[in-house]
């Protein structure tokens, strides 16, 4: 099992920036598919971004071109840079990690864009 604990949600202007963190622990050996996810109010969950134990990533169109994921292997740790936020970008972010004995979820962190 891996436990996740995300980071960085904030109040920010449209335009802004945020960097949000995932910290993992436990078996994180095992970890090949790391991903964020958001949940607006009212909608579904839906994938902003991941990537692979290769570094191969992948963005929702949503997000192509103002989103950067990345991950520090030494520090653990899962990011999602988040640039020129708009408010549609509002929502509740989850880190999900895939491994070879499981699928973790995050507790989730609140982002909310508005002037």
């Known amino acids: 099992q891996v436990q996740l604990v995300e980071s960085g949600g904030d109040l920010v202007q449209p335009g802004g920036s945020l960097r949000l963190s995932c910290a993992a622990s436990?078996?994180?050996?095992?970890?090949?598919?790391m991903a964020w996810y958001r949940q607006a109010p009212g909608k579904q969950r839906e994938l902003v971004a991941s990537i692979t134990s290769g570094d191969s990533t992948n963005y929702a169109d949503s997000v192509m071109g103002r989103f950067i994921i990345s991950r520090d292997n030494a520090k653990n740790t899962l990011y999602l840079q988040m640039n020129s936020l708009k408010p549609e970008d509002t929502a509740v972010y989850y880190c999900?990690?895939?491994?070879?004995?499981?699928?973790?979820w995050g507790q989730g962190t609140r982002v909310t864009v508005s002037s």
């Open positions: 436990g078996n994180i050996f095992s970890i090949y598919f």
């Open positions: 999900n990690v895939h491994s070879t004995l499981s699928v973790s």
